[in-house]
């Protein structure tokens, strides 16, 4: 069976700190992956995917990047990280060839 | 372009009457249609999603029916359960395993006794 975990679980973060947000999924090969965000109270919207490792494309800016280092891992970062940063992370994949996407538990972020 | 319209933001239900959540889509080619169910503070789950050939998907006692003339894939349950309470998003995505999956602004359920 597939598995996907993200860590943090969640995390309070200072304007201007680093940040990095991981994603691993386990039992599945070549699966397509992606970055999800979710405001409070908001919709959602998908800021990167990845089809093959070392290839990620961006969606919407938000002063974030993203990266595949391993077929299994997806990592969602940034240097300096802004107020409007906060909300809800989600890591989700589809298998190869397929469109339906299962999410990750996600990370919570606030930025003060 | 593509796009997926929830008209209604927030649906607020007696427990045991019927529920209908509306979806419209534009879209250039063929999309799948998909419903995700999120409960509170919880990732988003696949409730439903709809077949090539026309079957009606069904779960959790949810159905939604794909209407190719009138663009929609509205969702429907015959009575609601105060457990039904949550964010529903419709959502697009195109066949041949397209990375792009589009959701609408999302409908709040909330079931009262």
């Known amino acids: 069976a597939q598995t996907i975990h993200q860590w943090p679980v969640a995390e309070i973060k200072a304007v201007g700190s680093p940040l990095s947000l991981g994603c691993t999924i386990k039992g599945k090969s070549s699966p397509n992956l992606y970055w999800y965000w979710q405001a409070t109270g908001g919709t959602l919207q998908q800021l990167f995917y990845s089809i093959t490792v070392g290839q990620v494309e961006s969606v919407v800016q938000l002063n974030l990047s993203a990266s595949r280092p391993k077929d299994d891992q997806f990592i969602l970062s940034t240097e300096k990280l802004l107020l409007s940063h906060s909300g809800f992370y989600l890591c989700?994949?589809?298998?190869?060839?397929?469109?339906?996407?299962?999410f990750g538990a996600g990370t919570r972020l606030s930025v003060l | 372009g593509d796009s997926v319209t929830q008209t209604e933001g927030l649906v607020t239900l007696t427990e045991g009457l019927p529920v209908m959540l509306n979806c419209t889509y534009q879209s250039t080619y063929s999309p799948f249609l998909f419903w995700y169910v999120q409960h509170l503070n919880e990732a988003p789950k696949l409730l439903l999603k709809s077949f090539t050939d026309n079957k009606r998907p069904e779960h959790q006692g949810f159905h939604a029916t794909l209407h190719k003339s009138s663009s929609s894939f509205h969702l429907q349950k015959s009575s609601a359960q105060l457990s039904d309470s949550a964010l529903y998003y419709c959502a697009l995505s195109f066949q041949g395993g397209s990375a792009k999956l589009i959701f609408g602004e999302g409908t709040k359920l909330t079931v009262s006794s």
């Open positions: 989700a994949w589809s298998p190869l060839g397929e469109n339906t996407l299962y």
